[in-house]
């Protein structure tokens, strides 16, 4: 099976073990998948698969950035799905690659930021705000970040934003002690 077939009949396994085994078709490899139309991006994949340090080395050597823009069947970027997985390794490393990944929002528009205080990931939700996320930003139904929080009982994220409320509403929590 080639890496094109094995991609199309969402083979994953097979092309994560082929790109871990091959450094010398490594670079080759991501090219080819990442010019795919797939309803799973690579780099998706390998943070859904747990594969950081092979998803960090992709998104090292993909020559043009946009592709990191590329969506799941879901609408979600690699920056959703790290922050869904709690996988700030790769979070940082697509950041640093392309910045506007923050702002992108999904089919549900909610960006990386919702998708961390949905999940509790308190270090990713922190990351994604001192880097300029907009912590006001909407899902389709209203839902701000923080009803996301509450809604899926995520009280460390709260309790976190109470304590660092200046960087989010910009003016001192009124319940600080």
């Given at each position: 099976?080639?890496i094109?077939?094995?991609?199309?009949?969402?083979?994953?396994?097979?092309i994560?073990?082929?790109?871990?085994?091959?450094?010398v078709?490594?670079?080759?490899?991501?090219?080819?998948?990442c010019?795919?139309?797939l309803?799973?991006?690579?780099?998706?994949?390998?943070?859904?698969?747990?594969?950081?340090?092979?998803a960090?080395d992709?998104?090292?050597?993909?020559?043009?950035?946009?592709?990191?823009?590329?969506?799941?069947?879901?609408?979600?970027?690699?920056?959703?799905?790290?922050?869904?997985m709690?996988n700030?390794?790769?979070?940082?490393?697509?950041?640093?690659?392309?910045?506007?990944?923050?702002?992108?929002?999904?089919?549900?528009?909610?960006?990386p930021?919702h998708?961390?205080?949905?999940?509790?990931?308190?270090?990713?939700?922190?990351e994604?705000?001192?880097?300029?996320?907009?912590?006001?930003a909407?899902?389709?139904?209203?839902?701000t970040?923080?009803?996301?929080?509450v809604i899926?009982?995520?009280?460390?994220i709260?309790?976190?934003?109470?304590?660092k409320?200046?960087?989010?509403?910009?003016?001192?929590?009124?319940?600080?002690?």
């Amino acid at each position: 099976m080639n890496i094109e077939q094995a991609a199309r009949e969402d083979h994953w396994e097979n092309i994560v073990s082929l790109m871990e085994s091959s450094v010398v078709a490594f670079e080759k490899m991501v090219h080819h998948i990442c010019t795919l139309s797939l309803e799973d991006p690579l780099v998706n994949v390998l943070i859904a698969f747990k594969k950081t340090s092979l998803a960090v080395d992709v998104v090292g050597v993909i020559e043009d950035t946009k592709v990191l823009e590329k969506e799941n069947f879901k609408g979600d970027t690699a920056l959703h799905v790290a922050a869904s997985m709690e996988n700030i390794t790769v979070a940082r490393a697509l950041l640093d690659r392309n910045p506007k990944l923050i702002f992108k929002t999904n089919s549900f528009n909610e960006t990386p930021l919702h998708k961390a205080a949905l999940n509790g990931h308190s270090d990713i939700f922190w990351e994604l705000v001192v880097r300029g996320s907009d912590v006001l930003a909407r899902r389709k139904d209203g839902t701000t970040i923080l009803h996301c929080a509450v809604i899926e009982n995520q009280f460390g994220i709260l309790l976190a934003t109470h304590k660092k409320s200046t960087l989010l509403i910009g003016f001192p929590s009124f319940l600080q002690t």
